[in-house]
């Protein structure tokens, strides 16, 4: 094989996955989206070796697939719909188009190809494998090396897979609500699978794939921002931001791989790090709130709630994520675990936090704890100053009735 030969394969292996992600949004077939960026390397193939490697590879790839499927469209009757879609993709454009942006709120063909890859109409066997063949651009080989299974049966199972999305008609959209939610553990260990074939490889000649790393942190970034109170998404996002920031000093000049004794940390990406663990605490804080949420589930009956247990947990809390209403809301377990003088003492020391000062909520709190010490007048005073501050007109009622109660 000649050095263009090897260096247009190279490309359309980084390249692939995108070309395939856009082209299934158009033809709405994974199957022959695959179909026609081969037929796009084909050309290239042919094409490539007199006239040279463009300067934008991927984009000369993407419009030459884009034709084939205009073509496709056409012969289906159906160019008057797409073709001003298609027409906006050129080697200049490399912006979402605001149509795009405002139909779908993540405006990315790669994340929408995992999602669709991953539907519950598959097994998860079949999942796996048609993310790392469509999104990884793995090889059968390279599959079926990593599942420790023959090339036949990753090839059948990839076949399967792209008829069983065919006959289900499945929408070649992201999918919303609690679809989305009921995907999103798939979602995430396929991506952890991309990530970890580009931080390791299991074939060829370089140990690492950069390109893959890239994409699955990528998108595992994109899933973070559609999830923000996920903290499985956030927990798989610090683990590659962290594992991506050894990257450089895993690889020696020649190729050769660096062992974690031997690597110069000088090399290690602090930017990455500082990124993983701001996820890591994040997802911490979600998990210590889950499990917060969870003892108030457990407990069949107000008084049966283990205080002391939701005392501990917001200790933990204010470990990972300190803020004053961090603080506020362990001052009234501590009350209820302690009793109010207890949870008193905490709310006075952090009254005069300047972040609090328009926070209703710490007058409230403090009111409830001098109502139930008996400090009425005190209490009326705090419940009356929470209420002008609260804009939520039945909270503000409330907190005057319980003004008037006092």
């Not at 080697?91 to 139909?103: G, K, M, N, P, R």
């Not at 709130?289 to 205080?307: L, M, P, S, V």
């Not at 501590?334 to 207890?342: D, E, F, K, L």
Request: glycine content about 6%; proline content about 4%.
């Amino acid at each position: 094989m000649s050095e263009t030969n090897r260096a247009i394969e190279a490309v359309f292996r980084i390249e692939s996955p995108r070309l395939i992600a856009g082209l299934a949004r158009l033809v709405k077939d994974v199957g022959l989206a695959e179909e026609m960026a081969q037929d796009a390397l084909v050309t290239a193939l042919e094409r490539w070796p007199s006239s040279g490697i463009p300067d934008n590879p991927g984009a000369w790839l993407m419009t030459t697939a884009k034709h084939r499927a205009l073509d496709f469209l056409r012969h289906h009757k159906l160019a008057d719909e797409k073709h001003g879609e298609i027409a906006r993709t050129s080697e200049e454009a490399a912006h979402v188009s605001i149509e795009d942006a405002l139909d779908d709120d993540v405006g990315d063909d790669l994340l929408r190809l995992i999602f669709i890859a991953c539907h519950p109409v598959l097994t998860p066997e079949a999942r796996v494998t048609l993310t790392l063949r469509l999104v990884g651009g793995l090889t059968t080989e390279e599959i079926a090396r990593a599942f420790l299974v023959g090339e036949p049966t990753i090839q059948q199972r990839v076949v399967r897979a792209k008829k069983t999305l065919a006959e289900a008609n499945v929408p070649f959209e992201l999918p919303r609500g609690e679809d989305r939610a009921a995907r999103l553990g798939a979602v995430l260990g396929v991506i952890y699978l991309v990530f970890n074939e580009g931080y390791a490889a299991t074939a060829g000649d370089d140990w690492m794939r950069p390109a893959l790393c890239e994409d699955a942190l990528r998108i595992g970034r994109i899933l973070a921002a559609l999830t923000p109170d996920d903290a499985e998404v956030h927990g798989l996002v610090a683990l590659m931001e962290i594992q991506q920031s050894r990257a450089a000093a895993r690889v020696a000049p020649d190729g050769e791989p660096v062992l974690l004794a031997d690597q110069d940390r000088r090399r290690w990406d602090q930017l990455l790090i500082h990124r993983g663990l701001d996820a890591l605490a994040r997802a911490e804080a979600l998990g210590v709130q889950a499990a917060i949420a969870a003892c108030h589930a457990r407990a069949a009956r107000f008084a049966d709630t283990d205080w002391a247990r939701i005392v501990s947990l917001y200790g933990e809390l204010a470990a990972i994520a300190p803020s004053p209403v961090v603080e506020l809301n362990r001052a009234v377990a501590v009350s209820m675990a302690s009793g109010p003088a207890a949870g008193l003492a905490i709310v006075d020391t952090i009254a005069s936090d300047p972040a609090l000062a328009g926070y209703h909520l710490l007058p409230s709190v403090r009111g409830d704890l001098l109502f139930k010490l008996g400090r009425t007048r005190e209490a009326r005073a705090e419940f009356e100053r929470a209420a002008s501050m609260a804009k939520n007109a039945r909270e503000r009622a409330l907190l005057l009735e319980r003004a008037n109660n006092c």
